[in-house]
């Protein structure tokens, strides 16, 4: 059977989860692209605030309401939180049942849709995602007008490298924790290529159509961003050394107990495990689709220059 295609420009585009830390550069960039028309959908009792100058649609997250929020657009990106994924299915429906021609599901990951290397506290929640992106693929299937594309993106690095001083460096007091030999290679994409990522997507719907495309913009290692964070302040930066087995152990335990806060270890861990590449979205430039998309392919010092100037709402 031949592929679906989106031959059409896609012009109107809806965005769910506008105002979070995925959705604020995503609709930053579509609406300084120039090319889009930007409507935020947002849920009735929600205390958001949105960019100012976009249309925003509050309704109810009910097929019925969806549908009628959803008509007219061309395309809707999901960045719902992962609490809200449970909604997909229903946004879906919406979509299909309104003619938008591409669905952008609630990726922006690690991967874990195709690989088999998560580590298991985070079983669940791909299960979760899975089922609205597995969703997505069969209404594809049946409905070659309606289409999908998932963005993995590695891990988010200029933002996680300035919020989670467990990340391995604490960017306020200028100190690092190196976790085994920190020479664990991942992908990272900055906030504005995850941006850029969707931007990319919706300028190229037939190359991206019904597919997860691969983000980037680098594959480094915390030695390499310490050596940055270093040249970039003129400075030695204190390092204390851990390792990915305390940050699995602690986060094993609490997420056993079902106490809060074990996914940052977890995340650590998963990010940085020594030799298993579980953070790896594309190994090079070329196996990803980072050319396609138009991200910029960054540095360690431009990453640290930008982490370091980077305020946090
Ligand atoms: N690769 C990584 O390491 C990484 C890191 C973080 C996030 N992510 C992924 O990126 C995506 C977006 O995450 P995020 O951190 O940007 O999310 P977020 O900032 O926590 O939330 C985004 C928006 O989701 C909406 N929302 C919140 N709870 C909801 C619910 N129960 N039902 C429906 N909508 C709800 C809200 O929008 P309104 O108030 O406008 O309705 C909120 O502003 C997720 O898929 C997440 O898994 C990946």
Same mark, same amino acid.
């Given at each position: 059977?031949?592929?679906?295609?989106?031959?059409?420009?896609? +012009?109107?585009?809806?965005?769910?989860?506008?105002?979070?830390?995925?959705?604020?550069?995503?609709?930053?960039?579509?609406?300084?692209?120039?090319?889009? %028309?930007?409507?935020?959908?947002?849920? /009735?009792?929600?205390?958001?605030?949105?960019?100012?100058?976009?249309?925003?649609?509050?309704?109810?997250?009910?097929?019925?309401?969806?549908?009628?929020?959803?008509?007219?657009?061309?395309?809707?990106?999901?960045?719902?939180? &992962?609490?809200?994924?449970?909604?997909?299915?229903?946004?879906? %429906?919406?979509?299909?049942?309104?003619?938008?021609? +591409?669905?952008? /599901?609630? %990726?922006?990951?690690?991967?874990?849709?195709?690989?088999?290397?998560?580590? &298991?506290?985070?079983?669940?929640?791909?299960?979760?995602?899975?089922?609205?992106?597995?969703?997505?693929?069969?209404?594809?299937?049946?409905?070659?007008?309606?289409?999908?594309?998932?963005?993995?993106?590695?891990?988010?690095?200029?933002?996680?490298?300035?919020?989670? &001083?467990?990340?391995?460096?604490?960017?306020?007091?200028?100190?690092?924790?190196?976790?085994?030999?920190?020479?664990?290679?991942?992908?990272?994409?900055?906030?504005?290529?995850?941006?850029?990522?969707?931007?990319?997507?919706?300028?190229? &719907?037939?190359?991206?159509?019904?597919?997860?495309?691969?983000?980037?913009?680098?594959?480094?290692?915390?030695?390499?961003?310490?050596?940055?964070?270093?040249?970039?302040?003129? +400075?030695?930066?204190?390092?204390?050394?851990?390792?990915?087995?305390?940050?699995?152990?602690?986060?094993?335990?609490?997420?056993?107990?079902?106490?809060?806060?074990?996914?940052?270890?977890?995340?650590?861990?998963?990010?940085?495990?020594?030799?298993?590449?579980?953070?790896?979205?594309?190994?090079?430039?070329?196996?990803?689709?980072?050319?396609?998309?138009?991200?910029?392919?960054?540095?360690?010092?431009?990453?640290?220059? +930008? /982490?370091?100037?980077?305020?946090?709402?």
């Amino acid at each position: 059977m031949e592929p679906n295609k989106a031959t059409s420009t896609i +012009r109107r585009v809806a965005v769910f989860g506008a105002s979070g830390n995925f959705g604020t550069p995503i609709t930053a960039a579509l609406s300084q692209d120039g090319c889009f %028309d930007v409507t935020i959908i947002t849920r /009735v009792k929600s205390r958001s605030t949105f960019l100012p100058g976009l249309a925003v649609i509050r309704t109810a997250y009910t097929v019925e309401d969806l549908t009628k929020a959803l008509e007219g657009q061309d395309a809707v990106v999901c960045a719902v939180a &992962p609490s809200g994924v449970e909604h997909q299915v229903a946004m879906v %429906d919406a979509a299909e049942a309104a003619g938008v021609k +591409r669905f952008i /599901v609630n %990726d922006f990951g690690w991967g874990l849709r195709t690989q088999t290397h998560g580590l &298991p506290e985070f079983r669940e929640t791909i299960k979760r995602c899975n089922v609205g992106w597995d969703y997505a693929a069969k209404r594809a299937e049946a409905n070659p007008s309606f289409t999908w594309t998932g963005i993995t993106t590695g891990k988010p690095i200029d933002w996680a490298l300035r919020k989670f &001083p467990a990340m391995g460096f604490d960017v306020v007091k200028g100190t690092a924790t190196i976790y085994d030999a920190g020479d664990e290679v991942f992908t990272g994409t900055m906030l504005e290529g995850i941006g850029q990522s969707v931007v990319g997507v919706l300028r190229h &719907p037939d190359e991206t159509a019904n597919r997860f495309v691969k983000a980037r913009s680098i594959n480094t290692c915390q030695n390499e961003l310490l050596q940055a964070f270093q040249k970039v302040t003129g +400075r030695q930066w204190p390092v204390t050394h851990s390792t990915t087995e305390v940050m699995k152990m602690e986060g094993g335990a609490r997420y056993k107990a079902g106490a809060g806060g074990w996914t940052l270890y977890i995340a650590v861990a998963q990010l940085l495990d020594p030799g298993k590449a579980r953070n790896v979205v594309a190994p090079s430039r070329e196996e990803s689709d980072a050319d396609l998309l138009g991200i910029v392919e960054e540095t360690p010092e431009s990453i640290a220059e +930008r /982490v370091l100037k980077m305020r946090l709402n």
